[in-house]
């Protein structure tokens, strides 16, 4: 059965910190992982990672991803109130292309 | 600019009534998709679709039906509400992976209540 897993949960963190967020996956026929912020509504789209070891960055924001060990972790530095927010990871599958979520990341990020 | 429109984006209904989720998309997208969200549990994937006048069960099928009669509607039903399918619902819709690898986009959601 094809698996997504985050960690952690949730996560509360000050202004200025820095967090990482954890995505492990178990699918079969691979294609690429994705990763999603979600406020209060639809989620908005942050990266799409399909090869390993290159790094993806957005201003605060970077993810990478490792094909070998079946993770990607997505980093946010210098936190802001901004981004609390639920992060969602998702893999896509080749084939039929489904997305499978995992249950997301609830951060909060305080003043 | 529509992208992906849900339509309602509110409802209460009463156990056993039933309804349909209409989703629409402007984007010419073969791929559509509708997921619930409830607390603790992410998206998980009711049923999707490949494109026009096919569908497919995604992880959670059971007492919804959906059709693709048309490439840009893909419509959700629910024939008996039950309160175990009070839940935010949420359509997305992408390219094929021959064509582009591509996220998929989502809708701003319906959040449907049954009592």
């Known amino acids: 059965e094809d698996k997504v897993v985050q960690s952690p949960l949730s996560l509360v963190v000050h202004e200025g910190d820095t967090v990482t967020l954890n995505c492990s996956y178990e699918v079969t026929n691979f294609r690429s992982l994705l990763w999603y912020k979600q406020e209060k509504k639809a989620p908005t789209f942050l990266f799409m990672l399909?090869?390993?070891?290159i790094e993806k960055k957005s201003g605060r924001l970077s993810s990478i991803l490792d094909k070998k060990e079946l993770f990607s972790i997505l980093n946010i530095t210098a936190t802001q109130t901004g981004d609390s927010a639920i992060y969602l990871c998702?893999?896509?599958?080749?084939?039929?292309?489904?997305?499978?979520f995992g249950t997301g990341t609830r951060l909060k990020v305080l003043a | 600019n529509a992208g992906v429109t849900q339509t309602p984006k509110f409802r209460v209904l009463k156990t056993g009534q039933s309804m349909t989720l209409l989703c629409a998309q402007d984007m010419n997208h073969e791929y559509m998709y509708w997921y619930r969200q409830d607390p603790g549990m992410g998206l998980r994937l009711i049923h999707y679709?490949?494109?026009?006048?096919?569908?497919a069960k995604g992880e959670v099928p059971d007492g919804y039906n959906v059709s693709r009669l048309k490439k840009q509607n893909f419509l959700l039903g629910l024939e008996s509400a039950a309160p175990s399918q009070t839940s935010v619902y949420f359509c997305a819709s992408s390219y094929p992976e021959s064509f582009l690898d591509t996220e998929a986009f989502f809708g701003q959601g319906t959040r449907l209540t049954v009592v």
């Open positions: 399909t090869s390993s070891g």
């Open positions: 679709s490949v494109g026009e006048g096919t569908t």
């Open positions: 998702a893999v896509g599958t080749s084939g039929t292309y489904k997305y499978i």
